[in-house]
């Protein structure tokens, strides 16, 4: 089952420009974030999965699993 998230406007932001920065490191030099395996970050109390889809990383609809 999906956990839901429970994220401020700032903390949505915050990820959101991690997210972009780790894209650009990815398109820059090729490395991509353990893309074979589960992928998260945290920020205060909330874990959310995220993946690589050839052109950007992107939160995962179902945080949780």
Same mark, same amino acid.
């Given at each position: 089952m !999906?956990?839901?998230?429970?994220?401020?406007?700032?903390q949505?932001?915050k990820?959101? !420009?991690?997210? =972009?920065?780790?894209?650009?490191?990815?398109?820059?030099?090729?490395?991509?974030?353990?893309?074979?395996g589960?992928?998260?970050?945290?920020?205060? =109390?909330?874990?959310? !999965?995220?993946?690589? =889809?050839?052109?950007?990383?992107?939160?995962?609809?179902r945080?949780? =699993?």
């Open positions: !999906s956990a839901p998230l429970n994220l401020t406007a700032d949505l932001r990820i959101g !420009s991690a997210l =972009d920065a780790m894209a650009e490191i990815t398109k820059s030099f090729g490395v991509g974030l353990a893309p074979h589960r992928q998260q970050l945290g920020l205060d =109390d909330n874990v959310l !999965s995220f993946t690589w =889809d050839g052109q950007a990383y992107v939160i995962d609809d945080n949780g =699993d």
